[in-house]
């Protein structure tokens, strides 16, 4: 089992940046295929980006955040960071970080097929 905590939201004007974390605490963070997806006030929780277990050979985007946003892992530090750069008022929302026993090279875009969830962070684009 493994438990997450995303911290590095806040609030930032447009065309800027922020750097989210999700730390996770728990034996065999490599064998876990991790995602990011958000959830804003009145909408269904969306994907955004998502790595491969191991090393993160794979990675998938939602169209949206596509050449603006990177994920990455560290899996020595246990952490999946997503870079998010050129922000819009629209990437408005909780960030929530997930993850899924995987070893397969796969990067999984449904929140149906991750198990564990964090308690999410907010994110505010200012116009």
């Known amino acids: 089992q493994v438990q997450l905590v995303e911290s590095g939201g806040g609030l930032v004007q447009a065309g800027g940046s922020l750097r989210l974390s999700c730390a996770a605490s728990?034996?065999?963070?490599?064998?876990?295929?991790m995602g990011w997806f958000r959830q804003a006030p009145g909408k269904e929780r969306e994907f955004v980006a998502a790595?491969?277990?191991?090393?993160?050979?794979?990675?998938y985007y939602a169209d949206s955040v596509k050449g603006r946003f990177t994920i990455s892992r560290d899996n020595a530090k246990n952490t999946v960071s997503l870079q998010m750069n050129s922000l819009k008022p629209e990437d408005t929302a909780t960030y929530y970080c997930?993850?899924?026993?995987?070893?397969?090279?796969?990067?999984?875009?449904?929140?149906?097929?991750?198990?564990?969830w964090g308690q999410g962070t907010q994110v505010t684009v200012s116009s």
């Open positions: 997930a993850a899924r026993r995987s070893t397969t090279a796969l990067a999984y875009g449904r929140s149906y097929q991750y198990d564990y």
């Open positions: 728990g034996r065999g963070f490599s064998t876990y295929a």
């Open positions: 790595i491969s277990w191991s090393l993160g050979s794979i990675t």
